[in-house]
């Protein structure tokens, strides 16, 4: 038994393995396709801000609070997992996993505040910022 030595090829690495070309432009172009997505995604939650500014229904914050999870869901689920195959050592999931955790704490304290009828128009506005703040940060 040889310990401690190299294999004939040289000194064995370990660790990830970067991508080859090829998989990197796959996965940027996975990126680009994802973040229209969630373009699309931030207007609708957006306009929907506005419909509750207009109109604060059951309907159009469960609406609202939809959109928000499937904006959420499609950053980690497939935004975060094509940037790690992209990336040799990936950063970020920890703070990401405590903004999700953040939002979820809103979305929750939007629908208490909804229900108990406690919170002002201007103070439910400006939770949904908060929200929109968030979910920016979640997107960079």
Avoid: C, H
């Amino acid at each position: 038994s040889v310990k401690g030595k190299a294999g004939a090829r040289g000194p064995v690495s370990v660790g990830r393995i970067a991508p080859a070309p090829f998989a990197q432009s796959l996965a940027r172009a996975q990126v680009e396709s994802i973040r229209k997505e969630l373009d699309i995604l931030l207007d609708q939650i957006e306009g929907q801000a506005k419909v509750i500014e207009q109109s604060l229904t059951f309907e159009t914050l469960r609406t609202y609070k939809e959109l928000v999870r499937k904006f959420v869901s499609i950053v980690v689920n497939e935004l975060y997992e094509v940037q790690e195959r992209m990336s040799v050592s990936p950063t970020g999931r920890k703070k990401s996993m405590i903004l999700v955790k953040k939002l979820d704490v809103e979305l929750e304290k939007l629908s208490s505040d909804f229900l108990s009828g406690q919170s002002s128009l201007i103070n439910f506005i400006a939770r949904l910022e908060d929200i929109k703040g968030m979910l920016m940060d979640l997107y960079s």
